[in-house]
């Protein structure tokens, strides 16, 4: 986001730019696949309700190739088959973080992205709290959705 993407109670980055900047440096270290990364940025940011992520992540998808058909299934994707089982098994991991509250992370859940993602399992959690972080920052300084556009 280089340019200024207007925001009904503060920009963020001009308020608290050394923040602003760390969190984009944690999302510059974080090593995980493209598309897995934006499947898991677009799930939490429709579980969080962020639009304007929702706005982001989709364009950003489209972008790297993406079909529409498996994003707007997202929300639906334990019931299409058009995922696989490591997208699966992060899918699930992303929502049990993201919904910590209501039952933790199931030992179940874990071990079935531990099993499908190997090595990458430590990014796949950066990645997941970062977009939950980016969720709720954007929620509340209330980005608005529709200026975003992908590089």
Sequence with gaps: MTETIPAGRMQLAARAPKPFLAMYQLEASIELDSTLRELVKLRASQING???CIDMHWKDARAAGESE??????????????YSDRERAALALCEAVTLVGQGHVPDQVWEEAAAQLGDELGQLVFAIAAINTWNRLMIASRAEPGHYRAA
């Design 50 to 52: 962020c639009a304007f």
């Design 69 to 82: 058909e498996r994003l707007y299934l997202l929300d639906a994707w334990r019931e299409s088959p058009i």
